[in-house]
């Protein structure tokens, strides 16, 4: 069974991130507004990003660090821009 990381551009601009174990399921349940909450008050939304795991766990892990991430990182991942990514996480690290 794979299990997915997925980011969702809202219609306001912003970013949502989740984890399911169906991700095309899970996207048309954002778009139909099924889930009370973040997404549902800022429709549409379209998938932006999506990473297959083997486990629930990974899916997980991964969903919590990119939540934490700035939104320039968030898009230097759809991008697929590593550099940025990198340039993102030294800056961050060195105004600690």
């Given at each position: 069974?794979?299990?997915?990381?997925?980011?969702?551009?809202?219609?306001?601009?912003?970013?949502?991130?989740?984890?399911?174990?169906?991700?095309?399921?899970?996207?048309?349940?954002?778009?139909?507004?099924?889930?009370?909450?973040?997404?549902?008050?800022?429709?549409p939304?379209?998938?932006?990003?999506?990473?297959?795991?083997?486990?629930?766990?990974?899916?997980?892990?991964?969903?919590l660090?990119?939540?934490?991430?700035?939104?320039?990182?968030?898009?230097?991942l759809?991008?697929?821009?590593?550099?940025?990514?990198s340039?993102?996480?030294?800056?961050?690290?060195?105004?600690?």
């Amino acid at each position: 069974m794979a299990f997915w990381v997925y980011m969702l551009r809202c219609a306001d601009s912003t970013y949502y991130t989740g984890h399911t174990d169906d991700l095309e399921r899970r996207i048309g349940e954002h778009m139909s507004g099924l889930f009370a909450g973040y997404t549902s008050r800022r429709l549409p939304v379209r998938l932006a990003f999506s990473q297959e795991f083997s486990t629930r766990e990974e899916a997980l892990r991964a969903e919590l660090q990119i939540k934490k991430w700035s939104r320039t990182k968030k898009e230097a991942l759809i991008q697929s821009d590593w550099g940025r990514i990198s340039t993102s996480a030294k800056k961050r690290f060195k105004s600690n």
